[in-house]
């Protein structure tokens, strides 16, 4: 009895040990961790390796799971100041206990999830923990389940390849994988794959296969398109390219036209001088049978008369005329092979040519997929209202000059830009903004824009004063409402950071999220949490109370007001708490925990408004548009299927650089970003896409901003956060 006594105590102090009292790492090892049904270790064979009955081992499991020191709280650490246990991981959780029948109990294999740290360690899961530097830590957690066919492993394997993890990205892999996922329909290994063929990374770039993909992800087959606004550097220089090798195929090809004709000049002449040579060596065949004919009778009448002389200076002359015969043959023969040479080199340059051809197509095609020039209006928008009209009417009143502001983007190059027949200049981001006398009839504006491809954009509308004004035909259709198309329940996270402890402190970020909060609670009908200067913990905690709550019929909004710092060495962004120090990056909160926490929410739409920088974004192709001259048909339908895909995307005040923390020159209480933010979300007045608040808003913003600090606002798909072509969208209640 005491030996199996103090086999018990063993049992009950190793169990003890392992993992705080986590159980299941030490039964899944005697399970021989993941091993198939067949070689899994029976509870029989467990029981007798440890000599105690069933009965008084699940005795002890559960005598030891009700001990105080065993319960969550108990296990828990005691809070951290820097909320690292909310930080989502990849997790391993053990197996699970099953039973088969009466006698077999045994593990299934452990289970991967994302989740956060802390609840990782309280189910006795794996988790690797400030360890990055490879790739196997990663791939331990999602290959074996992607080597079994799974498409959610299977695109977090292509992240994991594409991400480097401390190592070089290997694109080709992460290209592989996400095309296993994305061919058994997975929206965001779609979109990650579409992102590598508009990037050419791991794949040829292909802009139309990139664009398949992207259509696939948001399940329509119009309103995606490759993304033309913010025109990069990079891509420019990438058109360039194109067009320069476009003309090369084109010069190559006119030089082989001119060739072919040569050639065929030549062999035509060739032709006619083999008809020539042929006639007269038919001429010159028949005079020397008629010469050898001759001869001979003349030869047999020398022959009698015994004229020697004669019959020779004959011979001669038949001689003569033999080898002429024989010259005009070869001079056929060469001509026969000339011919034959030239129909060589002919036909050669005809398939040099179609080769060539077919390549200047091709470069044409891949000019022609980066889209034509595009005029989005900011300042009259072009709303609901005037849809009904044509040419739209803009209410407003006579005897004022109107700014009419918007943005030109043009991913060929913009040839010309006139504003009523009147050529304008854009300045180097594509704004422009120009003041019209509204007189007391109707004023037409007429914009045009033509790319170097020759294609055409225009917008046309009327500034009408307000008692002209019509009101438009009465829709048929039923309008679109929250009700019929369902778009859920709308959360806020509103974080606004002003009082810094070591950081220099900020004028408007309190009064943006108290404005912020007020007008999407009492305009949009938004549950928001406000967190007004918070530390590290605050923010992290919050975030995975939202990832904890949330369903995938919600949406969740983070706006951030604060601080934020990018690491230019390794393009990291971090966004700045309260408690964060300016020579350590320790509190800091990097933009890809954020992402994380995107990724690892069930929300259906997420949207990051950060007045500050945010890294890490996909390009804008993958965010399905609502064209303008929908019908109210073709809307709902847009809405509904972009309402249905899940999306993760950030909208921030700049690129990479530097935001300003007031009202333009002028001053204020908002920020350049907010006051311009606030400003749209108050005066909209219908279901508002993500895309259309970013476009109102850009040109405000850097005109805003032009004076002391360039400002560029940016709007993106979030890489790595499960975007799926869908698109936040803000309901007015």
Request: with cysteine; glycine share 6%.
């Given at each position: 009895?005491?030996?199996?006594?103090?086999?018990?105590?063993?049992?009950?102090?190793?169990?003890?040990?392992?993992?705080?009292?986590?159980?299941?790492?030490?039964?899944?090892?005697?399970?021989?961790?993941?091993?198939?049904?067949?070689?899994?270790?029976?509870?029989?064979?467990?029981?007798?390796?440890?000599?105690?009955?069933?009965?008084?081992?699940?005795?002890?499991?559960?005598?030891?799971?009700?001990?105080?020191?065993?319960?969550?709280?108990?296990?828990?650490?005691?809070?951290?100041?820097?909320?690292?246990?909310?930080?989502?991981?990849?997790?391993?959780?053990?197996?699970?206990?099953?039973?088969?029948?009466?006698?077999?109990?045994?593990?299934?294999?452990?289970?991967?999830?994302?989740?956060?740290?802390?609840?990782?360690?309280?189910?006795?899961?794996?988790?690797?923990?400030?360890?990055?530097?490879?790739?196997?830590?990663?791939?331990?957690?999602?290959?074996?389940?992607?080597?079994?066919?799974?498409?959610?492993?299977?695109?977090?394997?292509?992240?994991?390849?594409?991400?480097?993890?401390?190592?070089?990205?290997?694109?080709?892999?992460?290209?592989?994988?996400?095309?296993?996922?994305?061919?058994?329909?997975?929206?965001?290994?779609?979109?990650?794959?579409?992102?590598?063929?508009?990037?050419?990374?791991?794949?040829?770039?292909?802009?139309?296969?990139?664009?398949?993909?992207?259509?696939?992800?948001?399940?329509?087959?119009?309103?995606?398109?490759?993304?033309?606004?913010?025109?990069?550097?990079?891509?420019?220089?990438?058109?360039?390219?194109?067009?320069?090798?476009?003309?090369?195929?084109?010069?190559?090809?006119?030089?082989?036209?001119?060739?072919?004709?040569?050639?065929?000049?030549?062999?035509?002449?060739?032709?006619?001088?083999?008809?020539?040579?042929?006639?007269?060596?038919?001429?010159?065949?028949?005079?020397?049978?008629?010469?050898?004919?001759?001869?001979?009778?003349?030869?047999?009448?020398?022959?009698?008369?015994?004229?020697?002389?004669?019959?020779?200076?004959?011979?001669?002359?038949?001689?003569?005329?033999?080898?002429?015969?024989?010259?005009?043959?070869?001079?056929?023969?060469?001509?026969?092979?000339?011919?034959?040479?030239?129909?060589?080199?002919?036909?050669?340059?005809?398939?040099?040519?179609?080769?060539?051809?077919?390549?200047?197509?091709?470069?044409?095609?891949?000019?022609?997929?980066?889209?034509?020039?595009?005029?989005?209006?900011?300042?009259?928008?072009?709303?609901?209202?005037?849809?009904?009209?044509?040419?739209?009417?803009?209410?407003?009143?006579?005897?004022?000059?109107?700014?009419?502001?918007?943005?030109?983007?043009?991913?060929?190059?913009?040839?010309?830009?006139?504003?009523?027949?009147?050529?304008?200049?854009?300045?180097?981001?594509?704004?422009?903004?120009?003041?019209?006398?509204?007189?007391?009839?109707?004023?037409?504006?007429?914009?045009?824009?033509?790319?170097?491809?020759?294609?055409?954009?225009?917008?046309?509308?009327?500034?009408?004063?307000?008692?002209?004004?019509?009101?438009?035909?009465?829709?048929?259709?039923?309008?679109?409402?929250?009700?019929?198309?369902?778009?859920?329940?709308?959360?806020?996270?509103?974080?606004?950071?002003?009082?810094?402890?070591?950081?220099?402190?900020?004028?408007?970020?309190?009064?943006?999220?108290?404005?912020?909060?007020?007008?999407?609670?009492?305009?949009?009908?938004?549950?928001?949490?406000?967190?007004?200067?918070?530390?590290?913990?605050?923010?992290?905690?919050?975030?995975?109370?939202?990832?904890?709550?949330?369903?995938?019929?919600?949406?969740?909004?983070?706006?951030?007001?604060?601080?934020?710092?990018?690491?230019?060495?390794?393009?990291?962004?971090?966004?700045?708490?309260?408690?964060?120090?300016?020579?350590?990056?320790?509190?800091?909160?990097?933009?890809?925990?954020?992402?994380?926490?995107?990724?690892?929410?069930?929300?259906?739409?997420?949207?990051?408004?950060?007045?500050?920088?945010?890294?890490?974004?996909?390009?804008?192709?993958?965010?399905?548009?609502?064209?303008?001259?929908?019908?109210?048909?073709?809307?709902?339908?847009?809405?509904?299927?972009?309402?249905?895909?899940?999306?993760?995307?950030?909208?921030?005040?700049?690129?990479?650089?530097?935001?300003?923390?007031?009202?333009?020159?002028?001053?204020?209480?908002?920020?350049?970003?907010?006051?311009?933010?606030?400003?749209?979300?108050?005066?909209?007045?219908?279901?508002?896409?993500?895309q259309k608040l970013y476009t109102q808003i850009a040109a405000q913003v850097a005109y805003a901003a032009s004076a002391e600090l360039e400002q560029i606002p940016q709007y993106a798909p979030v890489q790595y956060a499960g975007h799926e072509s869908g698109d936040f969208l803000f309901v007015p209640q």
């Amino acid at each position: 009895m005491f030996g199996r006594s103090s086999r018990i105590s063993a049992v009950v102090f190793s169990l003890g040990l392992l993992r705080r009292c986590h159980l299941f790492p030490f039964l899944e090892h005697c399970s021989r961790n993941n091993a198939p049904r067949n070689d899994r270790i029976p509870f029989a064979q467990l029981k007798n390796r440890i000599g105690i009955t069933r009965v008084s081992f699940l005795f002890i499991l559960s005598l030891l799971l009700s001990l105080p020191v065993c319960t969550p709280e108990a296990l828990s650490a005691p809070p951290s100041a820097s909320g690292d246990e909310f930080l989502v991981v990849d997790c391993l959780l053990p197996g699970q206990i099953r039973k088969l029948g009466k006698r077999t109990t045994f593990l299934t294999a452990r289970r991967p999830i994302k989740t956060s740290a802390g609840d990782c360690e309280i189910r006795g899961g794996e988790y690797v923990s400030y360890d990055r530097s490879d790739y196997a830590t990663a791939l331990k957690v999602w290959l074996p389940q992607a080597q079994e066919g799974d498409a959610t492993a299977q695109t977090y394997v292509g992240e994991i390849y594409e991400k480097g993890l401390g190592l070089q990205p290997d694109y080709v892999l992460a290209a592989q994988w996400y095309r296993k996922a994305a061919e058994k329909g997975d929206a965001r290994a779609q979109v990650n794959l579409g992102h590598l063929y508009e990037k050419g990374l791991g794949v040829e770039k292909d802009p139309s296969k990139a664009l398949n993909w992207y259509r696939k992800a948001s399940g329509l087959s119009e309103g995606i398109s490759i993304e033309s606004a913010s025109v990069s550097t990079e891509t420019q220089k990438e058109l360039e390219e194109l067009k320069k090798e476009v003309e090369v195929r084109k010069r190559e090809s006119e030089s082989l036209r001119e060739q072919l004709r040569r050639t065929q000049d030549q062999l035509e002449q060739t032709r006619k001088e083999l008809e020539r040579r042929k006639s007269a060596v038919e001429t010159e065949q028949q005079r020397l049978e008629e010469t050898r004919e001759e001869l001979e009778r003349k030869k047999q009448l020398a022959e009698s008369s015994g004229d020697e002389a004669e019959i020779k200076r004959l011979e001669q002359q038949l001689n003569k005329r033999e080898a002429e015969f024989e010259q005009q043959n070869q001079k056929m023969t060469s001509l026969r092979q000339e011919i034959a040479k030239l129909e060589g080199e002919a036909e050669n340059s005809r398939r040099e040519l179609a080769k060539l051809s077919q390549e200047k197509i091709g470069e044409e095609k891949k000019v022609a997929d980066y889209g034509g020039p595009k005029i989005e209006m900011i300042d009259p928008p072009l709303s609901e209202e005037t849809r009904g009209l044509t040419p739209p009417r803009i209410k407003t009143r006579a005897g004022i000059e109107r700014v009419i502001v918007g943005r030109v983007t043009a991913p060929s190059g913009l040839l010309t830009f006139t504003f009523n027949d009147r050529e304008e200049k854009l300045d180097e981001n594509g704004l422009f903004r120009f003041k019209t006398l509204v007189q007391s009839t109707s004023t037409p504006v007429k914009l045009v824009a033509i790319d170097r491809q020759g294609k055409r954009a225009s917008v046309e509308f009327l500034l009408t004063p307000e008692a002209e004004v019509k009101p438009p035909p009465p829709i048929q259709e039923e309008r679109e409402s929250p009700t019929s198309i369902g778009f859920g329940e709308y959360y806020a996270l509103i974080i606004g950071n002003k009082e810094y402890a070591h950081w220099p402190r900020l004028k408007t970020p309190q009064n943006d999220a108290i404005k912020i909060d007020k007008v999407l609670r009492e305009k949009y009908g938004f549950k928001t949490k406000v967190l007004i200067n918070a530390t590290r913990r605050d923010i992290l905690e919050a975030l995975n109370d939202y990832r904890k709550i949330l369903t995938e019929k919600d949406n969740l909004l983070i706006y951030y007001a604060g601080h934020g710092h990018l690491d230019e060495k390794i393009s990291r962004g971090y966004w700045v708490p309260v408690d964060g120090e300016t020579d350590s990056p320790v509190q800091w909160i990097p933009t890809f925990a954020i992402t994380d926490f995107l990724s690892g929410m069930s929300a259906k739409h997420v949207l990051v408004v950060a007045d500050s920088c945010y890294s890490g974004a996909l390009t804008r192709s993958a965010i399905a548009r609502l064209e303008a001259g929908m019908s109210d048909a073709a809307r709902r339908n847009w809405l509904k299927i972009t309402s249905d895909k899940r999306s993760r995307t950030v909208l921030s005040s700049g690129d990479l650089t530097p935001v300003l923390d007031t009202a333009g020159s002028s001053g204020g209480e908002n920020s350049v970003f907010a006051k311009a933010l606030l400003t749209v979300l108050t005066e909209n007045k219908e279901i508002l896409e993500g895309q259309k608040l970013y476009t109102q808003i850009a040109a405000q913003v850097a005109y805003a901003a032009s004076a002391e600090l360039e400002q560029i606002p940016q709007y993106a798909p979030v890489q790595y956060a499960g975007h799926e072509s869908g698109d936040f969208l803000f309901v007015p209640q």
